[in-house]
């Protein structure tokens, strides 16, 4: 089914590890974007794409690393995952930086 | 820089009651987007509206309407006749389209409880 993919869909680990969160859209979307939900904080953006190999950083990008070789996929790193690092994970695409975002179905981390 | 201000952060009703829920923006750009999104218990985002600055007609869907009003910058949000299943969290969110296709900044969303 096209749309938008997210794995894993929960994960736990230790701090201190790597860990990278995949995400995958089949619409050839050009933007794409990296949001943490956490409880008094609501979302907030780590990182997001406007085309392969073009990354920016959001709010909230220190302790995170992306990329995009591919239009389709926006791999997520954790280099040195930590505490604070424990929140639900949400990809999105858009056709463009200011459409609306279809949103994967999240990725629950928990870092212990 | 863009702000999104949802003030209630947790809000009751009874069933069959209206609710309004409230969202506040502030931008320095002319054009701009604003949206509502809707997570239900179930943890996904459900993308409900979008308008842009420029169209300051309120719109009505079903039980859900919006009200757009750029002369007190609020985005609010009215449920008619609340059902069980509007129970969620509401994000409301702006993007600005002058100063390059900047992402979507959310506000931190209010919790709705539609009790039986």
């Known amino acids: 089914d096209a749309g938008i993919t997210q794995s894993p869909r929960y994960k736990i680990t230790e701090t201190g590890r790597q860990v990278t969160l995949m995400c995958h859209q089949t619409w050839s979307h050009s933007y794409m974007f990296w949001y943490r939900q956490d409880l008094g904080h609501g979302l907030r953006l780590i990182y997001y794409s406007a085309a392969a190999d073009i990354t920016d950083k959001g709010e909230v990008p220190d302790g995170y690393v992306v990329s995009r070789s591919k239009t389709e996929n926006f791999p997520l790193t954790l280099e040195s995952a930590t505490r604070s690092q424990t929140s639900v994970y949400f990809c999105?695409?858009?056709?463009?930086?200011?459409?609306?975002?279809?949103f994967g179905s999240g990725t629950q981390l928990s870092v212990l | 820089a863009q702000k999104v201000t949802q003030a209630q952060t947790e809000i009751s009703v009874v069933e069959k009651e209206d609710v309004t829920l409230d969202c506040v923006y502030e931008t320095r750009d002319t054009t701009y987007y604003l949206f509502w999104y809707k997570q239900p218990p179930s943890g996904e985002l459900v993308f409900l509206i979008r308008?842009?600055?420029?169209?300051?007609q309120n719109e009505i869907s079903g039980r859900y309407s919006w009200n757009f009003q750029k002369s007190t910058s609020s985005f609010n949000f009215t449920i008619t006749a609340s059902q069980v299943v509007d129970s969620a969290v509401y994000f409301c969110?702006?993007?600005?389209?002058?100063?390059?296709?900047?992402?979507?900044?959310f506000g931190k969303g209010t919790r709705l409880s539609v009790i039986a």
């Open positions: 969110a702006l993007s600005e389209a002058n100063s390059g296709n900047t992402p979507l900044v």
């Open positions: 999105a695409s858009s056709l463009d930086g200011y459409e609306k975002l279809f």
């Open positions: 308008r842009n600055s420029f169209d300051e």
